[in-house]
Nanobody, 121 residues
Framework: EVQLVESGGGLVQAGGSLRLSCAGS????????IAWFRQAPGKEREGVSS????????YYTESVKGRFTISRDNAKNTVYLQMNSLKPEDTAVYYC??????????????WGQGTQVTVSS
């Protein structure tokens, strides 16, 4: 059974940090790009960051550049999203997904259930 499980969400004050983790199982993890998406209430799902399968290419949406860092440990089947200098507008449910290297949700085959990130002002 394919599974992606997010963890690390929570409540943090503006300016604080969180590290999200995405653990995959049931598929060839190292063969897939992994991305983080987020969805705030009343808004569409937004691509936040993506990391390629093996060569380490990364991509970030403009609003998180310089604040968020994506990384992966294929030995642990895990991808991380280090989020620093958090802002209230970063508040959303964060999802990880496995697919092709892109920030379009359409190319991702597997999705996790999401983890809530809330940034208070």
């Amino acid at each position: 059974e394919v599974q992606l499980v997010e963890s690390g969400g929570g409540l943090v004050q503006a300016g604080g940090s969180l590290r999200l983790s995405c653990a995959g199982s049931g598929f060839t993890f190292e063969s897939y790009a992994i991305a983080w998406f987020r969805q705030a209430p009343g808004k569409e799902r937004e691509g936040v960051s993506s990391i390629s399968s093996s060569d380490g290419y990364t991509y970030y949406t403009e609003s998180v550049k310089g604040r968020f860092t994506i990384s992966r440990d294929n030995a642990k089947n895990t991808v991380y999203l280090q989020m620093n200098s958090l802002k209230p507008e970063d508040t959303a449910v964060y999802y990880c997904a496995a697919g092709r290297f892109s920030l379009s949700p359409n190319v991702y085959s597997y999705w996790g259930q999401g983890t809530q990130v809330t940034v208070s002002s």
